[in-house]
């Protein structure tokens, strides 16, 4: 459905995207997932026909970016990362105001807006002025826009950014949803809401693409370890061997010290037991746990395991 064949795009010498190859088949959900600045955006931007891009190719159901845009576009609803609502119009009058913009030709416009209007929610606001909405709320506005007139692929540029958990699930259940029927791109940069919601992920990162899996195979590569981090008052060489004693511990490093007080940072897949035995390894040896907490695997992280050294080095080049 959608090809995106060695995709560049320069900011003068600065590079927004290397080299980007991948394609979406029809009926999928495909996650796009990467830190800030890491291209996400730029590749929705270009696909979606709103800004150019300096070499490469991009065909959507067959037709060239460049060469049939109207075609690309009419078969894309797009969710830009900020979406360009008028804020003095109410939520009504601003999808009528899409549903003109689009040329939809569906010829009950009421029905159609209507239906929109209860995928994503809004039916309580549909009279009120966007202005007066909250974020989550004018988010689904947007959402809303994106599925006028019916379009085969959506393009979700990080939806659930700045929604509250109740928000974060309900748009996401909507993705799923619409996932049965459409071809999606939806963006993140939370690991663990691309993998609820997207039968494939894409890792970018600093405008390439660093993996390309099933959810399921990636957590296989990234390891099912938890990084946990605790805070110890003693001997720093005695706390770390204690550490490195335990089987299920490994890259124990020391991430900041003050005076006799030392935070530990570890991988571990520690059963409860191995938790009991690590607690009483240092009170044994009368080394105090201050402080025990399990941290979420970061992006970073992640990329460190899926990217060899050489790709690393070319990070250098970029920015
Ligand atoms: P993401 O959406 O993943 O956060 P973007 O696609 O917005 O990332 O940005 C990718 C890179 O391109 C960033 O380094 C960003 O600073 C750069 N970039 C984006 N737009 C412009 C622009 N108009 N001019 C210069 N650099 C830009
Ligand atoms: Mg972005």
Known sequence: MITVSHLTKRYGDKYALNDVNFDVKKGEILGFLGPNGAGKSTTMNIITGYISYTEGEVKVDGYDIMDNPMEVKKRIGYLPEIPPLYLDMTVWDYLEFVFALKNVKTTDMKEHLQSVID???IDGVKNRK???????????VGFAGALIGDP????????????????????????????????????SHILSEISSVCDRVIIINKGKIVAEDTPQNLSAKIGDAQRMMIRVSGDKEQAESILESFDSVSNVTCVSSLGDTFDFEFDTKMSNEDKKELFFAFAQNSIPILLQQETEVSLEEIFLKLTSAKEANYESDIQ
């Open 130 to 140: 966007i202005s007066n909405l909250s974020k989550g709320y004018r988010q689904r």
């Open 152 to 187: 085969d692929i959506l393009i979700l540029d990080e939806p659930t950014v700045g929604l509250d958990p109740k928000q974060i699930i309900e748009i996401r259940n909507a993705i799923k949803e619409l996932g049965k029927k459409k071809t999606i791109i939806f963006s």
């Open 119 to 121: 995928t994503v929610k």
